[in-house]
């Protein structure tokens, strides 16, 4: 029996469709509106010591996806996390919490939050499971979305199930100050390898922050006659068992409201979340 396609629901909330052929069969572009404001907002004044008014310059990221796949390869796909964790970014980056930081980014998918972290970060690191032509796909849109690229930029296999990391990769993960990750709770063998990853990631030459988008996905289940969102409470248990079993740090773990401006154009709903783990050296 085929496995049942499935398709980011971002895609009946606005059309960003366009008429644009693709590098690959079975591909579509998209291209995505955002505001990008040069600084915070503060009053400036001119010469003649007049009000000049900064208007936020109107930006579209350009990426190349899949409008449908199976669930073992949502990420070829954009979804609303990746917007949020998007949002996060640009936030960050008018409040400077960015500059000099080197960036991870765990399951990038098409690799929109990784080129929005580029244009404030010192150095990203985009990564994910070398499956279905994912790694390519960021390549390609990392080509088209070159013009926001101003940090140094890397793309590099990594696969929750596997941690036993090559030297080039370990050595990334060590240099990292920030780790990012959306919409990677999915599956339930995905997600506990997601927390093994998360928190060996963490622990390795702390301090560091996780910054981790998801969207609470309900299914109505007969074994609790209402509609839960199983994935999330499987995460939510492994993070409850794992954050104060770390031998070199101490993790503040904390969700964090959503009460920063909405940079791109998405509905931000009510089942999306941002964590926000920090791991702090106990040595």
């Known amino acids: 029996m ?35 404001p040069e600084s915070l907002c503060t009053n400036k004044y001119d010469e003649d010591n007049d009000l000049d008014v900064e208007r936020p310059q109107k930006q579209v990221i350009k990426i190349e996806h899949r409008p449908k796949t199976a669930i073992a390869l949502v990420g070829l796909q954009v979804w609303r996390g990746a917007f949020l964790l998007s949002d996060l970014m640009i936030y960050l980056g008018l409040h400077e919490e960015l500059k000099g ?17 580029s244009l404030y970060a010192k150095r990203v690191v985009c990564t994910d499971i070398d499956i279905g032509g994912i790694i390519p796909l960021i390549q390609l849109n990392a080509k088209y979305n070159s013009k926001f690229i101003k940090s140094d930029f890397k793309i590099l296999t990594l696969d929750f199930k596997d941690t036993a990391w090559n030297r080039d990769l370990e050595k990334e993960i060590k240099d990292s100050d920030i780790l990012l990750a959306a919409d990677v709770i999915y599956d339930d063998d995905v997600t506990a390898a ?13 301090p560091k922050i996780l910054y981790l988008a998801l969207e609470k996905r309900y299914v109505f289940t007969l074994e609790h006659l209402d509609s839960v969102a199983p994935c999330y409470e499987t995460f939510l248990n492994l993070l409850d068992k794992v954050k104060n079993d770390n031998l070199h740090s101490k993790w503040k773990v904390e969700e964090m409201p959503l009460n920063f401006p909405k940079y791109f154009q998405y509905d931000r709903i009510k089942e999306l979340v941002l964590w926000k783990i920090t791991s702090i050296p106990t040595i």
Request: charged share 15%; net charge negative.
């Open 101 to 117: 930081k080197c960036i991870l980014e765990l399951g990038a998918g098409t690799g929109i939050t990784s080129f929005v972290a």
């Open 2 to 36: 085929p496995e049942l396609g499935v398709t980011s629901e971002i895609y009946d909330e606005y059309d960003y469709k366009t008429n644009m052929t693709p590098a690959h069969p079975g591909n579509v572009i998209s291209e995505f509106p955002f505001i990008l």
């Open 194 to 206: 997601f927390v093994a990853t998360m928190q060996k990631m963490l622990n390795m030459r702390s």
